[in-house]
């Protein structure tokens, strides 16, 4: 083992006693909202976790995925030890050989041929060490991260307009606004304690106005006073019109411009000859003139407006352009930088805003400098002594890959992200890595979708185990404490760097703690960060360069800059009107909207990517806990009734989707809340939890121009019922891959289900048995024509699988008491109960679970609505349900709203 980690200060309280019980202060390691979390710890476990009530992004609140951190905590599926070719070796072995490995190709191909691929899921301290590695000392700025995928449109938006990639305001704006339009944001699912905080200022402010823009009815609408379900990639149509409409009617502040803004007339006539009224953009958004007037009066007449943003703008071939005609309209009526007043990009991921500050993305350098100024340069690589450092921009994600598949990129480290899953054209991402001479993959879990592509596995500390800092989407520093010992060898990110960058034979990679990358990383803000008084530079935490350990263990949420002006940190940007332009005014953008690359042709649908409630990402870690796969449990397909019909698609089918030779299988969901001719697919699922549902293997690798960020948000796929012969399910104990066509696996307390479903007819008990070979005894029960069959499968009278399946489309579905009877000695007397799925008749089938945390299900839920609870509130009170996270509260009212239409 290496001297650095022998002589590393502990991070965190690493040796707890036996049985006391300890509580620490962190941060939630999902959402960009970056919920401050309080975890109780006990023998080197976390038993639980709260919403910390001093943390200003949630003030105690946490959605079901905060709360469930310590059920995701203590995976079976943890890597534990470095290994090279499937081999465990030792931490010297892995990284003398994946140095030794790097330098060959460097030394044959030079450093272009290289390259990192990074997370927004990495502490800021791990994100500057990595970066320093590849641009100032191995010489490539081939360094992306999967933040490409989620904020770059709104980095360049930002960049453009303001001259420094800044959100301007913060959480407390959407709250003290009068009116709050969400455009491409399902905040509900994607940003839960977000929505939580806007909907109890709703409730408690009534007057403020709520607008949705979003071809879709989600559940973010449950709190809308206006939806407007405008056509996929309208949206600068929309804001271009409301550009024309805040100047054809003299609602632009002619003194703010003047004073503080350039570029407006361009802009301006870009925006009318476009779209020069509300018809012209309400046919050009397929949406209702007036609900486009009211909206467009709204934004007019009232000071207060925020305009909140996400991946429905971002992830698109125009999102820069889309985010710059939204801040061209708060720019034209002076609505920014003033409480209640601003436009406002929400990132997805954790700390994707670190990212950005320590130049995470291969057209950035560190500390908001950049390769269009030499001095940038220079100044960077004096400041760490740099040797080799790269001149020009590197690869993006998506250019990235391709440059792997083409064999310009030999070497390749993906730390902390699952591209194979992630990736739009997932499986060339895949079969490119394949062709890759070196890949290597830091990870928490042993066998991702990459990390099965992986040459060097290394293991990497997760939540809990590691320090560091992150920054949420309102610019706020957060500590991630490390308060439990590394699971069996993992090491942090930033030591795994390190020890690499010195196995290379770089200095400047001592770091003993990451206070000492966050003090550099402070410092480096601080360089040449001065013009006529103000910083030339948004990112300013030079007040915090000298900040002690103890403060830095101590560290309350502060939001930048933190600099001599603002030593408590700054709420909101742009007060005074000056931004970080040279000339100091922000600029006005001139945009000629533009629709996404393709339409769907005939015999196809424009597919929509995007979250669902309860998982994160692509699953490896929420796809372990069986509360947050309770909710929604296999892959699925939302489609409007009117396209099911056609198509001959009912409730509960499996239909297909095909695009670029990939498929996706799911469930038809029919719903009204799609547009015909729209269907929306889950992005969460991959390999190990479904046979053919990594939905971003079928997105098109088309990206925006400037910024590199791929179209996610419109696919046209091609879409078919799903020949399916037979369907049922396993529950069992058995983590494996069935060997049907359709398989989708859900984790449960004690082992799995699967729903499976075949193409051709098979004989059930032949099929069963050549999956469970290990079985001893079976218990069978089968029709004389074949047409159902159940059988449980024992192992020394231990219930190790049951199988029920039958021919045709639907399927059975098992019941909870199945799951729970998985691993016990089962007597002989109650075995046709189990062939029978539930324990009689006192076995009350609660229906899907609706509430994830106090798993209550559709059937209770629909049956004390019946009986009388007709509100959120009252269910709440009977049942629980909704008063935790609160994030099933939409679904909630429209189970409610459904009874009453359907008792009407
Ligand atoms: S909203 Fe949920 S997932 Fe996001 S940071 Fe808060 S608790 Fe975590």
Known sequence: MSSLITTAVPEGTLQQQATSINKEHTTCCYCGVGCGVTAT????????????????????????????????????????????????????????????????????????????????????????????????????????????????????????????????????????????????????????????????????????????????????????????????????????????????????????????????????????????????????????????????????????????FSQGINQSSSGVDKGNAIINCHLATGKIGKEGACPFSITGQPNAMGGREVGGLANQLAAHMGFDDQADIDRVAQFWQAPNMAQTEGLKAVDMFKAIDEGKIKAIWIMATNPVVSMPDADFVKQALQKCELVMVSEVIADTDTAKAAHVLLPATGWGEKNGTVTNSERCISLQKGFLPPAGEAKHDWQIISLFAQKMGFKGFDYLHTIDIFKEHAALSALNNTRKQTPARAFDISAMADITLKQYSNLLPIQWPVNQANPNGTQRLFSTGSFFTPSGKANFIAITARLPVLQAQRNEVIMNTGRIRDQWHTMSRTGTAPHLLAHTQEPYVDIHPQDARQLNLLEGQLVELANRGARYIGRVKINAAQRAGEIFAPMHWNAKYASSARADALVNPFVDPICGQPEFKHTPVSIVRHNTQWTGFLVTTKNHEPQCDYWAKITVQKGYVFRVAGVQSIAFDHWLKQQYPEVEQWQELQDSQGEYYRAAGFVASALVVVFNANQGHIGPTESRWLNDQLGESIEDGVRYSILAGNAGCDDEDQGAVVCACYQVGTNTINQKIRSGCQSAEALGQVLKCGTNCGSCIPELNAMIQACRSTAV
């Open 41 to 308: 710890i006990q023998n080197n476990q976390v038993i639980a976790v709260q919403g910390r009530e001093d943390h200003p992004a949630n003030f105690g609140r946490l959605c079901v995925k905060g709360s469930s951190l310590h059920q995701t905590q203590h995976s079976p599926e943890r890597l534990l030890r470095p290994r090279v070719h499937n081999q465990e070796v030792s931490w010297e072995q892995a990284l003398s050989y994946s140095a030794r490995s790097f330098q060959d190709i460097i030394s044959k191909y030079g450093p272009d041929s290289v390259a990192f691929y990074l997370s927004g899921q990495l502490l800021t301290e791990d994100y500057y060490v990595a970066n320093k590695l590849i641009k100032g000392f191995i010489g490539t700025a081939n360094v992306d991260t999967n933040s490409r995928l989620c904020m770059a449109s709104a980095v360049v938006s930002h960049k453009r307009a303001f001259g420094g990639d800044v959100v301007p305001g913060c959480y407390e704006d959407l709250e003290k606004t009068d009116v709050l339009i969400l455009v491409g944001s399902n905040a509900a699912y994607a940003h839960p304690v977000t929505f939580q905080r806007i909907a109890k200022a709703k409730q408690e402010r009534p007057h403020l106005k709520i607008v949705v823009l979003d071809p879709r009815r989600t559940a973010t609408c449950d709190i809308a006073d206006i939806h407007i379900p405008l056509a996929p990639g309208s949206d600068a149509y929309f804001f271009n019109g409301l550009l024309s409409y805040l100047a054809q009617h003299n609602y632009c502040d002619a003194h703010y411009i003047a004073e503080h803004t350039q570029g407006f007339e361009a802009a301006l006539s870009a925006a009318q000859k476009q779209v020069n009224n509300i018809h012209a953009a309400a046919a050009a958004c397929d949406a209702s003139v007036d609900l486009i007037a009211e909206v467009y009066r709204l934004f007019a007449q009232n000071k207060k407006v925020v305009t909140l």
